[in-house]
């Protein structure tokens, strides 16, 4: 992982793993959706949408919480956690789907 000095450039390196996180989140995703009925389809697609309006805004206050640049890193590993933690949902559905 690269190294960076300061809030700003944490909240850099938070973004590289949260861009990781993300390509794994959305790879579980396609494979759960493959393996689903059509019914689990459109439902784990619902839910899915659902679970980025919660992330977006779950994630906002703490981008805003003080003020500070401290916030950035906050918000950045409140958006990389709950990324991180759908992919292994979706992960799991994946490997109990169909």
Partial sequence: MPRFGGARNCGRCDGLEN???TARMNKAFQLAFESFSPGQQLTLR???EAWV???EL???MHYTLTGGTMD???GSGCAL???RDRAD???WFG???G
């Fill in 19 to 21: 861009d990781r996180q």
């Fill in 46 to 48: 619902e839910g899915q």
């Fill in 53 to 55: 309006k919660y992330r």
């Fill in 58 to 60: 779950g994630c906002q």
């Fill in 72 to 74: 950035l890193i906050n």
């Fill in 81 to 83: 956690s709950k990324t």
């Fill in 89 to 91: 949902a979706l992960e």
């Fill in 95 to 97: 490997k109990k789907g």
